[in-house]
């Protein structure tokens, strides 16, 4: 059998590697889980006043550090805790009514007052909406 560079490896050599590989994916999901937990138990101790001033003030953090990403290193990301956040509405939050009309809208979620859309296309990203007011769209 051929590795990735064409160079020979053996069955021996193979099984490692899957094992490795394996062991790599298990261990982050380990870690997202733990991150879904973490975020879940800080929410779960806020009132609503302070989820408002908390979601506030972290998508102001996460508009200025995603701009600096992309700014300083030509590169269009979000933040690890942003992700973690995504996570958590992911599992904690209850599905919503994607519209036919919403193009390239691939997943929405409701959590407490806030819906997250997610929209797929060449690209992808996170928009955030209290009723009808957009309050967050990450680059």
């Known amino acids: 059998m051929k590795d990735f560079f ?3 490896i ?7 590697i899957l094992k490795d590989f394996s062991k790599h994916i298990n261990q982050q999901i380990s870690y997202k889980m733990i991150q879904i937990e973490r975020i879940s138990n800080f929410i779960k101790k806020l009132s609503q006043e302070e989820i408002e001033l908390w979601m506030d ?6 508009t200025k550090y995603e701009e600096f990403q992309y700014d300083n290193r030509q590169v269009q990301t979000h933040s690890n805790i942003f992700g973690a ?3 958590f509405v992911e599992s904690e939050g209850k599905s919503i009514r994607i519209y036919k009309d919403e193009m390239f809208c691939a997943a929405g979620y409701k959590w407490n007052k806030y819906r997250f ?18 309050i967050f769209t990450n680059i």
């Open 85 to 87: 956040l995504m996570d």
């Open 6 to 8: 064409g160079q020979e």
């Open 117 to 134: 859309k997610l929209y797929q296309g060449q690209g992808a990203f996170w928009r955030i909406l209290v009723g009808r007011k957009q």
């Open 57 to 62: 003030k972290f998508l102001k953090w996460e």
């Open 10 to 16: 053996t069955d021996e050599e193979y099984d490692k």
